[in-house]
């Protein structure tokens, strides 16, 4: 089993910055790629970024050159640096990572999600 715990949302203005992050705890095997998610009422949830165990680094477009994602694997833990908030980015953000209890295959392991929310 693996738990995500995170933290960081909360009410910003526009332009202004937020730090989420995320730590994996439990029987831990190894933990591959690791990011974060969002979803907005009424849309899909998409990516926002993600970190391979190589540390190659994906950032959806809408994000770009504005959020920086990071990993500490000595502390298993994947942050988001997000700077220039717009009111768009308003949403449940969703940490996420690939991950391998011992005695178990890879799986997708969720935390509950934390509201980030963009004023105007």
């Known amino acids: 089993q693996v738990q995500l715990v995170e933290s960081g949302g909360g009410l910003v203005q526009a332009g202004g910055s937020l730090r989420l992050s995320c730590a994996a705890s439990?029987?831990?095997?190894?933990?591959?790629?690791m990011g974060w998610y969002r979803q907005a009422p009424g849309k899909q949830r998409e990516l926002v970024a993600r970190?391979?165990?190589?540390?190659?680094?994906v950032y959806a477009d809408s994000v770009k050159g504005r959020f920086t994602v990071s990993r500490d694997n000595a502390k298993n833990t994947v942050y988001l640096q997000m700077n220039s908030l717009k009111p768009e980015d308003t949403a449940v953000y969703y940490c996420?990572?690939?991950?391998?209890?011992?005695?178990?295959?890879?799986?997708?392991?969720w935390g509950q999600g934390t509201q980030v929310t963009v004023s105007s």
């Open positions: 996420n990572t690939k991950a391998v209890v011992t005695g178990a295959i890879l799986r997708n392991y």
């Open positions: 439990g029987n831990i095997f190894s933990i591959n790629d």
């Open positions: 970190i391979t165990s190589g540390g190659n680094t």
